[in-house]
């Protein structure tokens, strides 16, 4: 149990075009829901937390008009990333906490999504 | 979260315990302790995580002192597949990470 799955995988794009990031728990539901972005050779940085039917909440110095999240349901959460420029070509991670806090009481991630920017 | 201090990198060969530790002196009365593992372009895998108490399963074992200062996470027969980065995180809702402990096991 406890499995997080990310679409794409990896995903290259132009310069100035979005992407949408999809972070899904597949067999739990998840009130929690947790962006990262890791650069090569750097720990992962936490960008946002994201709360199913309100507005996600972002770490300080991350544009919430730029990366735009979405938590709709209690299984999935989207990432957009809007008007994409090269510096924000990076590895995205996203976890999922579970509703309940019985055995499964802490986060899980996914496999991550690797955005490269032309 | 409270800030958690771990080795730059450790050694163990293969077949024997593989010991990490990792200091919290600043942690506070209702934040875990939790370890996660990550291995090159792949999401953080969980591990284990206690409060107070040392915890064991599957994977690994959790040792927290009695100040819950500090902790040792112990992989009791490690393997080459074993090598990864691995992060120690006091926290009690979204995880900080710091930059870990890179593990290599070599046979």
């Known amino acids: 149990g406890a499995v997080v799955s990310q679409h794409p995988s990896r995903v290259i794009c132009k310069s100035g075009t979005s992407v949408k990031i999809e972070c899904r728990s597949l067999?739990?539901?998840?009130?929690?829901m947790f962006w990262y972005r890791q650069f090569p050779k750097q720990s992962l940085m936490l960008m946002a937390t994201s709360n199913e039917g309100s507005k996600a909440t972002y770490e300080q110095g991350v544009e919430k008009d730029k990366f735009l999240i979405n938590h709709a349901s209690l299984t999935l959460s989207t990432l957009t990333v809007t008007s994409a420029h090269p510096e924000d070509s990076s590895f995205y991670i996203c976890?999922?906490?579970?509703?309940?806090?019985?055995?499964?009481?802490?986060?899980?991630f996914g496999p991550g999504t690797r955005l490269t920017v032309l | 979260d409270a800030k958690t201090t771990q080795p730059p990198s450790m050694d163990c060969a293969e077949g024997r315990a593989a010991n990490l530790p990792c200091n919290h002196s600043?942690?506070?009365?209702?934040?875990?302790v939790y370890w996660y593992r990550q291995i090159h372009s792949q999401g953080p895998q969980y591990i284990i995580h206690g409060l107070k108490n040392n915890e064991t399963n599957e994977m690994a074992s959790l040792i927290i002192t009695e100040d819950r200062k500090s902790s040792t996470l112990i992989l009791p027969h490690a393997t080459l597949r074993d090598t990864a980065v691995y992060y120690c995180?006091?926290?009690?809702?979204?995880?900080?990470f710091g930059k870990g402990t890179m593990l290599l096991v070599s046979p």
């Open positions: 067999d739990f539901q998840a009130t929690t």
């Open positions: 600043t942690i506070s009365g209702n934040e875990y």
């Open positions: 995180i006091a926290a009690y809702n979204a995880l900080t």
């Open positions: 976890s999922a906490w579970p509703q309940v806090l019985q055995k499964l009481d802490t986060q899980y």
